[in-house]
């Protein structure tokens, strides 16, 4: 079975390189750096219109922990509802209670949502599931809600510290649910690592990024937009090299 490969990234530039480096999937997001936030409605548009790959889409009103305010649960549920007739594939989501466990109330008004439309989308709960207080509690929470993919580093720092712990979920899981790896996974371990874990899809992030330097002539380093005083003259962007040296790897 090939294993299909979704790319993590944060414009249609980069979309369009995961394509061309044989991606099975691209998860389009805006703000990286806070783990990815919901992305513009023209990002969205234009992604799909530039490629034909699969295309989920990541529903998210800010960066921080996942125990959302009203309000902010509503920007969701409507970004949410908005994405069902945008020509993407799925949406990327996941809500928590204070206590760590899956707010299964609106995780499950989310998902309805997703599945109401003409074209019902996929449904991932993202790494909110590495933030849960007990990993096999909240997996039977996700299969109870007819959740598709569950993202995860195995609660741990990477997916190759967290193997073991993917390994069990995926065995739980078995055809009801795809357990989809995530953080540190590359062309040196993706391979030992789908062998060690029997997952059937792997996600794909920083690995693939490249620094692409700044076309300005004129460039004042005084001044700093972004935190930690990054450099405004240097772009990231998905590597449709490093991309396709992942999936030669697995295929």
């Not at 007990?134 to 580093?153: H, I, K, N, W, Y």
């Amino acid at each position: 079975m090939a294993i299909k490969v979704e790319i993590c990234l944060d414009s249609v530039d980069s979309a369009v390189a995961a394509q061309q480096g044989g991606a099975d999937r691209v998860e389009l997001c805006d703000n990286l750096a806070q783990g990815g936030t919901t992305p513009s409605w023209g990002m969205v548009q234009l992604a799909r219109q530039q490629i034909d790959v699969g295309l989920m889409v990541i529903v998210r009103p800010r960066g921080g922990d996942f125990l959302y305010s009203d309000a902010e649960f509503a920007v969701m549920k409507r970004d949410v509802a908005h994405l069902c007739g945008s020509g993407a594939d799925g949406v990327v989501l996941g809500c928590l209670n204070s206590d760590g466990t899956v707010d299964k109330r609106r995780t499950a008004a989310l998902i309805e949502l997703a599945k109401s439309g003409d074209r019902p989308l996929s449904v991932t709960f993202h790494r909110a599931f590495d933030m849960t207080r007990d990993p096999f509690e909240a997996l039977e929470t996700l299969l109870e809600l007819g959740v598709d993919r569950v993202l995860t580093s195995g609660q741990a720092s990477s997916a190759m510290a967290g193997g073991e712990l993917i390994n069990q979920l995926q065995a739980v899981a078995g055809n009801r649910l795809i357990v989809l790896p995530a953080v540190g996974i590359n062309a040196g371990n993706v391979a030992q690592l789908v062998a060690e874990t029997g997952v059937q899809e792997v996600h794909i992030g920083g690995a693939v990024r490249e620094r692409i330097a700044s076309q300005m002539a004129f460039q004042n380093h005084l001044v700093h937009m972004g935190p930690n005083g990054e450099s405004e003259f240097d772009v990231w962007r998905t590597s449709a090299e490093k991309v396709h040296a992942i999936v030669e790897k697995l295929n």
